[in-house]
């Protein structure tokens, strides 16, 4: 008896034991699938070189789906050198995805996009990246600190520098307020902040990169009206002296682009400057109705 007694416990951690390898191995096996997914996105053989970005993009009778259906359909733009392009629309429409392939998160299937006249293919993937900042609805903040936050990308930050792009960016004073300054940790995804302190960060952040290119997706569609103000002021600081895609659904934040183009369902219907386009009547005279933004 007392042998047996003794025997039944090391069996059960036996099969415990093999129970643990099972589930590891079926782990292994899922970590391993994203790991050797394979990234449709490559780089080309014989990278050209992109140093300093002073050139204009363009958008060539760009097509593009994800499924059958086209989501982008045969859309043309030229964005010079430090001008602002609003896209505008309703939802599902194609903006973000039109965004989406400057930075080449998916690569258009007909037609092309060009920097200065070069293919964006041509580029290293790396290269283009670093040119371009984006701020999007949904800010990406790790459980971190602020600063840590605030330096995700950029290498050899000072102090000074991330203080200053802080205070650019609205977010010097809730920082400075909070119990560790800098250095407080803002939580999973940053869940110890508000949505407009979360947004503010991720602009400090994109103030930090510096890019010459800068993406603004519905940057402020999550936020209330107050914290939209003082987000919008970072904002339009920001977009001084460099190239922006801004997408935004509310029409004050578009009014000033040098170019409003309007999608609807993959195409632009209408494009021109915000005067133009009421004086014209279409869609935009009546988003701006709709939304009555004066
Ligand atoms: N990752 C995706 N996979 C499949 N379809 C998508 C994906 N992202 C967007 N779509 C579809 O593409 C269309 C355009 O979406 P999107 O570019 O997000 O529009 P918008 O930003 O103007 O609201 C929508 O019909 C949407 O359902
Ligand atoms: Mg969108």
Redesign the pocket.
């Known amino acids: 008896m007392v042998i047996f007694y003794s025997i039944i416990n090391p069996a059960k951690d036996l099969s415990k034991a093999t129970y643990s390898i099972q589930k590891g191995l079926a782990s292994m096996e899922r970590v391993d699938k994203i790991l050797s997914a394979d990234n449709p996105i490559k780089d080309p053989a014989n990278p050209k070189p992109l140093a300093a970005f002073k050139s204009d993009i363009s958008y060539r009778n760009v097509r593009f789906r994800?499924?059958s259906e086209w989501?982008i359909d045969d859309v043309s733009i030229d964005i010079p050198f430090g001008s602002t392009v609003a896209l505008v629309?309703q939802?599902?429409?194609?903006?973000?995805?039109l965004a989406d392939l400057l930075p080449r998160f998916y690569d258009v299937e007909e037609g092309q996009i060009t920097i200065g006249g070069t293919d964006i293919r041509d580029f290293k993937v790396r290269d283009l990246r670093s040119l371009m900042g984006n701020v999007n609805q949904e800010a990406i903040l790790f459980n971190d600190t602020f600063y840590n936050n605030i330096t995700f990308g950029v290498e050899g930050a000072t102090m000074e520098q991330v203080e200053n792009a802080a205070r650019v960016a609205n977010a010097y004073d809730f920082i400075v307020a909070s119990e560790q300054g800098f250095d407080t940790n803002i939580g999973d995804r940053g869940c110890k902040l508000s949505g407009g302190q979360r947004q503010r960060i991720s602009i400090a952040r994109a103030i930090l990169k510096n890019p010459s290119i800068l993406i603004l997706d519905e940057a402020t569609s999550a936020l209330d009206t107050e914290s939209e103000r003082s987000v919008q002021e970072a904002l339009d600081r920001l977009m001084r002296d460099r190239t922006t895609l801004v997408i935004a659904h509310r029409l004050s934040t578009i009014r000033n682009a040098d170019l409003i183009c309007v999608?609807h369902e993959g195409k632009i219907v209408e494009r021109g400057t915000h005067d133009e386009l009421i004086a014209l009547g279409g869609y935009y005279k009546r988003l701006v109705d709709m939304q009555s933004v004066r």
Do not use: A, L, Q
């Not at 939802?91 to 995805?97: A, D, H, L, P, Y």
């Open positions: 994800y499924g989501v629309g939802s599902g429409s194609g903006k973000s995805t999608m």
